[in-house]
């Protein structure tokens, strides 16, 4: 049996991360998405189970105090954290299974789940970065030069991942994102029952 | 500038990476193949620096003496070597290269050069193994006992890779060994320029 394997996936605001997301979860439907438990109040538009499973801040600090979380954080006053359940669960299956953090998250997540590999979703040029995050056309210039810091401090941790996938074009960039993802299934760690099946009969 | 990679490819007689390569090099011709140096005599249908160069003992020695070989070992009085200077050329060139040796070969290798990546090409089983090696026909049943042990000696070693590829069916094999070359070409130590690139703005 195959075993399992967690993708951590980051990329700042304008990396277009959630579309390549979801292009890879339509082309490879076997791929499984943990869903992240927050405290905040849901948004017109979301659904619960979706992205996000939304849980009262009493229910979230039992989860911590019962190290059911992979990370967490505290964001202006709301916990946002990865449940640990359905990624044990996912790679016991021999499923892949991707978490989509921020670079803090990323972080935590390595500390604990040393196999885990990890993509960074970059835009391709900081002229390009600042056409997106500028394309609402109704923010003010102080709005968007904040949201570019946040997105520049992101991507001086790209470093700190295995592999980068540059989104350019978003067609190659679903490529690129399903090249890692098949050839990690060629991994050694993922094949190694092979070697004693073919050695077995010896 | 993309840094290079240095590829190592190990299979047993009968895994098909001679076929498995050969299409490799035709599907990405950038890729460069190290030309390993021996000092056994030429044979039928070999050429001088397709796939080795023919030197004298002499010569050899000089290279080992003046450590010029990435790895070398002398099989039943002759000497096979990889040189170094193409595979350090190739990498500062941002290129990969692909060495091919026995799994010593490669053991030798990765002790010296870390960073380097390492395929096993494998039969898909013992039975298609026994029949790729059976299937001279003229060969006596203890020789191919000895060529069988032989394999399934370096399929013990195929644990020490990075990956492997299954060679089942040759086009699928072609395809999982280009995915983990096309992969490895979105890894964060041959991309990190990338980081800079993009945050060099600021």
Same mark, same amino acid.
């Given at each position: 049996?195959?075993?399992?394997?967690?993708?951590?996936?980051?990329?700042?605001?304008?990396?277009?991360?959630?579309?390549?997301?979801?292009?890879?979860?339509?082309?490879?439907?076997?791929?499984?998405?943990?869903?992240?438990?927050?405290?905040?109040?849901?948004?017109?538009?979301?659904?619960?189970?979706?992205?996000?499973?939304?849980?009262?801040?009493?229910?979230?600090?039992?989860?911590?105090?019962?190290?059911?979380?992979?990370?967490?954080?505290?964001?202006?006053?709301?916990?946002?954290?990865?449940?640990?359940?359905? *990624?044990?669960?996912?790679?016991? #299956?021999?499923? =892949?299974?991707?978490?989509?953090?921020?670079?803090?998250?990323?972080? %935590? @997540? !390595?500390?604990?789940?040393?196999?885990?590999?990890?993509?960074?979703?970059?835009?391709?040029?900081?002229?390009?970065?600042?056409?997106?995050?500028?394309?609402?056309?109704?923010?003010?210039?102080?709005?968007?030069?904040?949201?570019?810091?946040?997105?520049?401090?992101?991507?001086?941790?790209?470093?700190?991942?295995?592999?980068?996938? *540059?989104?350019?074009?978003?067609? #190659?960039?679903? =490529?690129?994102?399903?090249?890692?993802?098949?050839?990690?299934?060629? %991994? @050694? !760690?993922?094949?190694?029952?092979?070697?004693?099946?073919?050695?077995?009969?010896?």
């Amino acid at each position: 049996m195959t075993k399992g394997r967690l993708i951590i996936v980051s990329g700042p605001s304008g990396s277009g991360k959630d579309t390549i997301l979801q292009k890879v979860f339509e082309r490879l439907p076997e791929i499984k998405f943990s869903i992240s438990t927050i405290t905040r109040d849901m948004r017109p538009g979301e659904v619960e189970g979706e992205k996000y499973n939304f849980v009262s801040r009493e229910y979230f600090e039992n989860m911590i105090k019962n190290d059911l979380l992979l990370e967490y954080n505290n964001y202006v006053g709301n916990y946002y954290g990865t449940p640990k359940a359905p *990624v044990d669960k996912a790679i016991a #299956e021999g499923k =892949e299974i991707i978490v989509e953090v921020d670079v803090n998250g990323a972080r %935590n @997540i !390595k500390k604990c789940r040393e196999d885990a590999i990890s993509v960074f979703i970059m835009p391709p040029s900081y002229e390009e970065l600042n056409r997106r995050l500028s394309s609402r056309g109704t923010d003010a210039p102080e709005v968007i030069a904040k949201r570019m810091k946040a997105a520049l401090d992101e991507i001086a941790e790209a470093k700190n991942y295995d592999y980068i996938v *540059v989104n350019d074009d978003l067609n #190659e960039a679903v =490529e690129d994102f399903i090249t890692i993802i098949k050839s990690d299934r060629l %991994n @050694i !760690k993922r094949q190694n029952y092979l070697i004693d099946e073919v050695l077995k009969k010896c």
